[in-house]
């Protein structure tokens, strides 16, 4: 009903940057907010920033003061910009949208790009 479509990831010196996109298509009429989250081998999926009701950014403590979410109605895409990237910061990156369906929640995610920091 939603497809998310995850693009960016890929191999980056600490400290780098790197930026994510999330293009969503299909019945996109019925989402209501977007965000990401990633996932490291072994580690639970954890948020990582996304879009509140009422047009509010939330972001995990970890990432604070690097990382930005935006977003480009026209096309349907929200981005990660990741600055001072940290090995800690290496995990699967997952595109997440929160939809509502005959009345019932539902969630969307995209295939996830793997993001590394490594020198």
């Known amino acids: 009903q939603v497809q998310l479509v995850e693009a960016g990831g890929g191999l980056v010196q600490p400290g780098g940057f790197l930026r994510l996109s999330c293009a969503a298509s299909g019945s996109i009429f019925n989402i209501f907010d977007m965000g990401w989250y990633r996932q490291a081998p072994g580690k639970q999926r954890d948020l990582v920033t996304a879009?509140?009701?009422?047009?509010?950014?939330k972001y995990a403590d970890s990432v604070k003061g690097r990382f930005t979410l935006s977003r480009d109605n026209a096309k349907n895409t929200i981005y990660l910009q990741m600055n001072s990237l940290k090995p800690e910061d290496t995990a699967v990156y997952y595109c997440?949208?929160?939809?509502?369906?005959?009345?019932?929640?539902?969630?969307?995610w995209g295939q996830g790009t793997q993001v590394t920091v490594s020198s």
């Open positions: 879009f509140t009701i009422g047009g509010h950014t």
């Open positions: 997440n949208a929160d939809g509502v369906v005959d009345g019932v929640d539902r969630r969307y």
